[in-house]
């Protein structure tokens, strides 16, 4: 349970320092920087390759709605587009375009910059443990109906 009563409100200070950091900022290129739930449709596109709305909600345990709501704020900024799915005609796949690739990229490198300053006195054996006792609780939660 300490676990979980860590892990709560770490989410919402790292995704509130994310958003604060976004306001008002833009990128190299000019860009407005991205919203938490932009980054995170670009993100999950970004590591998994093109997928349907439905498929990013189970993946991120949230609903298709507020997926889509994402989806559509980052297809009027040309970070995604919709294409054909050959499994399903009626849910398309979502894909980056180039935008979205360069975008997510320049995301990844800042935040890995800011991450590394975090080690302290960590070492990547106490992260690689950290990692896998998380992955395995989420593990544990798979197939929980979160909606």
Request: hydrophobic letters at 45%.
């Amino acid at each position: 349970m300490e676990v979980f009563d860590l892990i709560g409100p770490l989410y919402r200070r790292v995704q509130r320092a994310v958003e604060q950091g976004a306001q008002g900022t833009r990128s190299a290129q000019g860009e407005q920087a991205l919203s938490v739930g932009v980054r995170a449709v670009l993100d999950l596109l970004h590591k998994h390759g093109p997928m349907t709305v439905p498929q990013m909600g189970r993946a991120q345990a949230i609903s298709r709605q507020f997926v889509q709501r994402m989806v559509n704020d980052a297809v009027a900024r040309d970070l995604v587009e919709s294409i054909p799915n050959p499994a399903h005609r009626r849910s398309s796949l979502i894909r980056l375009t180039e935008e979205g690739r360069a975008a997510i990229a320049a995301v990844v490198a800042r935040e890995h910059a800011v991450l590394r300053e975090v080690g302290g006195d960590l070492t990547d054996a106490d992260v690689r443990t950290c990692v896998r006792v998380l992955a395995q609780m989420l593990t544990l939660f798979d197939g929980v109906d979160v909606n």
